[in-house]
Structures are given as C-alpha cells and as structure tokens.
C-alpha cells in the first residue's frame, strides 16, 4: 500500500493520508453541489479571499455562482449548536480569480471545520491536525499564529472610523511601518497608544520571546486573556509535538467582522506562498443566524504537484510480454501479480521507453522472467 502511495502525485498522496487522519479523529466527509445561489456570496464577500465569483442563471432565474468557498457553504448547512458539534472535512475545488493573470482557475483544495462549543480540547485538536497536515506536505514547514482578540482589544480602546481603522490594519498586515506612523500621527491617536500600534508589524518569531514583548504592550484584559490563550496553546503544543516549527506573527489580521480568536496560516519550504490558512470564525456563524462557535483551516493542493513533482525511477515493477491465443490465461497471470502488489504494464511486444523492474514473457500459460544478461 506504502508503494502505491508513493507513486501518486503528492497532492494525491496528501488527500489520501489526511483523509485517513481526520477520519480518525471523527471528522466525516461533507460534500456540496459546484454551485450555490450567489446571495450567499454577496452577503458574505468580505469572508472571501476575492469578491470576484462566476454566476449564471438557473431555469428558475435565481442567481447561481460556481463556490468560490466551502466554509460558507459548511455554515449555511450545519445542524450545530452549543450543545451537538458537528466535525467536518471536505476535498472540493473551488473557483477563483487567480492573482498572477487575472483569468478564473479551479483550485483544489482541503480542509476541515469543527464547529459547535469550540473550548480548549478543541482548539488544540485543530491546531495540531494544522501541524500534521502541513508535515505530510514537507517537514520542513512553519504555522504562525495571531489572536484577534489582542488586535482588537488595541485597536477598540482608540476612537477610530471605519475607514481610518480599515488603513491601520493594512499598513499592519503589510509591515508598512512609516505609513502605519503618518496615520496614527494625522488621526491624533496618543503616543501612548500608537507606540504599541507600531510595534505590531515587528511582533513576529519565535513564539516565547514575541508573547513576552506582546505582554508588554497589552492594555485590557481583552489583551491578556487573548495571550493567555496563546500561551496555553503552545504549552499543549509542545507536549505534542515538535513546538520549534511554530511563530507568533501580530500582522496576521483577518477580518474583524467574521473572526474573533485566535488565526493561523501555514508554509512549507518549496511554495512560495502559504499553503494553509485558518482560524476562529463565530462571528460569520453568529452573522447566518447559527448559535454555535467554529474553528477550522482550509489547504490550497494546487500548488503541490508542480512545486513537488514525483520522481520515478521505474515506471512499473513487471513489464509483462504474451504470445497470441491465450488472453485469459495471460490476464490472469497478470492480474495474479497486480494482487500480490505488484504494478503491472502488460505489452504484445518489448517497449524499451518502459522502465521496469523486472522483464517477463507468458509462455506455456505462465508468466516467467527473462533473463536480460543471458
């Protein structure tokens, strides 16, 4: 089995072994339609990573869209509250307008949601299926984490308007450090308080010495709970598995309106960009009506194969040659070696593109090796 797994593209191989790892821990498969009604995606566009979707009519005139997002399509369905959680994986492709040349792409992608009374247990467990998927892509990965609650906790104790707030958190999110300071500085914000806000883009690395310096700049309990939380979950972390691959980074914002705890994204070393993205999200569930809490990530496949090709040295382990006038004889002979685990490519003739482990021909109703050097 190890074999065949081996052979796959590694986004197959990375389905395959992250299905069998979430099943275990009692995520079950949700499935969903290619298409949804766009009012589902107007009403939430902000939750999307592009507000750009592809619609068309259905026989009824409603207005469809191709899904952009599963998520939504998860919370729009669940049965969840406080008192019943529901945990949920998906494998869907989705939708979306590419960065790099403006034309519509279908991403594949891979996540799972746990959503009801999301407490500590549950945090933990989802942050550290964030880590195993990441290591079934590469060992070499990082996940860095955020707290919305300390972002917020800051930025609600200024007296800000929306659109102000809206270019604080950009210039945060972009490490911009001079910008962040002219918008401070022109909105009269206090030293007091823009001292810290500048010190968020720099808030990042390893994750004992950036909760220290974050401590040191936290005003509220709001603050405090939020590095708490954080440092909790490092402990747990740790106990786990190896903590050394994990990162605070304060200029990881998502959006307030739908996030509230803590959010994380993660890298491994041959894609340039991440490859996995997640966080808290109860203010979406509380926005559709849904009296329950969420957590979850989501992991972008499409990437993976061209950044990690598969490298075979041999095609197939047996390259099987028959004689006319016994085809059953010879499929079964061959499907005998497939059931032993064998990878067959069965020929009338020798093709020398074929690279193989072992040569062998059908003769008087058996498959027997030929000896090459004879």
């Given at each position: 089995?190890?074999?065949?797994i081996?052979?796959?593209?590694?986004?197959?191989?990375i389905?395959?072994?992250?299905?069998?790892l979430y099943?275990r821990?009692?995520?079950?498969?949700f499935?969903?339609?290619?298409f949804e009604?766009y009012?589902?995606?107007?009403?939430?566009?902000n939750f999307?990573k592009s507000e750009n979707?592809?619609t068309?009519h259905d026989?009824d005139g409603r207005?469809?869209?191709?899904k952009?997002?599963v998520?939504l399509s998860?919370?729009?369905?669940?049965k969840?509250d406080?008192?019943?959680s529901?945990?949920?994986?998906?494998?869907?492709?989705?939708?979306r307008l590419s960065r790099?040349?403006?034309?519509?792409r279908e991403?594949?992608?891979?996540g799972?949601e746990?959503?009801?009374r999301v407490d500590?247990?549950?945090?933990?467990?989802?942050?550290?299926?964030?880590?195993?998927?990441?290591?079934?892509?590469?060992?070499?990965?990082?996940?860095?984490?955020s707290h919305m609650?300390?972002?917020?906790g800051?930025?609600d104790?200024i007296n800000?308007d929306?659109?102000?707030?809206?270019?604080?958190?950009?210039c945060?999110r972009?490490?911009?450090?001079h910008?962040l300071?002219?918008?401070?500085a022109?909105s009269?914000?206090?030293?007091f308080?823009?001292?810290?806000?500048?010190r968020l883009?720099g808030?990042?690395?390893?994750?004992?010495?950036?909760l220290?310096?974050?401590r040191?700049?936290?005003v509220n309990?709001?603050m405090?709970?939020?590095?708490?939380?954080?440092?909790?979950?490092?402990?747990?972390?740790?106990?786990?598995a190896?903590a050394s691959?994990?990162?605070?980074?304060?200029?990881l914002?998502?959006?307030i309106?739908?996030?509230?705890g803590?959010i994380f994204?993660?890298?491994?070393e041959?894609?340039p960009?991440?490859?996995?993205?997640?966080g808290?999200?109860?203010?979406?569930l509380?926005k559709?009506?849904?009296q329950?809490?969420?957590?979850?990530?989501?992991l972008y496949?499409?990437e993976?194969?061209?950044?990690y090709?598969?490298?075979?040295d041999?095609?197939?382990?047996?390259l099987?040659?028959?004689?006319n006038?016994?085809?059953?004889?010879?499929?079964?002979?061959v499907?005998a070696?497939?059931?032993?685990?064998l990878?067959?490519r069965a020929e009338?003739?020798?093709?020398?593109e074929?690279?193989?482990k072992?040569?062998?021909?059908?003769q008087?109703g058996?498959l027997?090796?030929?000896?090459?050097?004879a």
């Open positions: 089995m190890e074999q065949f081996d052979s796959l593209r590694k986004e197959e191989r389905t395959l072994r992250l299905r069998q099943e821990l009692n995520y079950r498969k499935r969903m339609r290619k009604e009012q589902l995606y107007a009403d939430n566009k999307l979707v592809i068309f026989l207005l469809m869209a191709l952009p997002d998520t998860i919370v729009k369905n669940t969840a406080l008192e019943h529901e945990k949920l994986y998906y494998i869907e492709n989705v939708y790099h040349n403006h034309e519509y991403i594949s992608q891979m799972l746990y959503i009801g500590e247990y549950a945090a933990l467990e989802v942050a550290h299926l964030a880590m195993e998927s990441l290591k079934a892509i590469d060992q070499r990965f990082v996940l860095e984490f609650g300390f972002i917020s800051l930025l104790n800000l929306s659109e102000t707030r809206g270019q604080v958190i950009d945060i972009s490490k911009n450090a910008e300071k002219r918008i401070l022109q009269g914000v206090s030293s308080y823009a001292g810290r806000i500048e883009p808030l990042y690395g390893g994750f004992e010495p950036v220290k310096s974050a040191e700049i936290a309990d709001t405090a709970q939020a590095l708490d939380e954080l440092q909790k979950l490092y402990a747990a972390l740790s106990r786990l190896d691959t994990l990162r605070l980074d304060f200029s914002i998502n959006d309106d739908y996030y509230n803590m994204q993660g890298y491994v041959k894609v960009q991440a490859v996995l993205s997640g808290r999200y109860d203010l979406l509380r559709m009506g849904k329950a809490q969420a957590l979850g990530f989501a496949l499409d993976l194969n061209r950044c090709p598969t490298q075979r041999l095609d197939v382990d047996v099987a040659l028959r004689e006038g016994d085809e059953a004889g010879f499929a079964a002979a499907w070696l497939c059931q032993s685990g990878s067959v009338n003739e020798f093709c020398g074929i690279r193989y072992k040569l062998m021909r059908y008087d058996a027997r090796e030929v000896n090459e050097d």
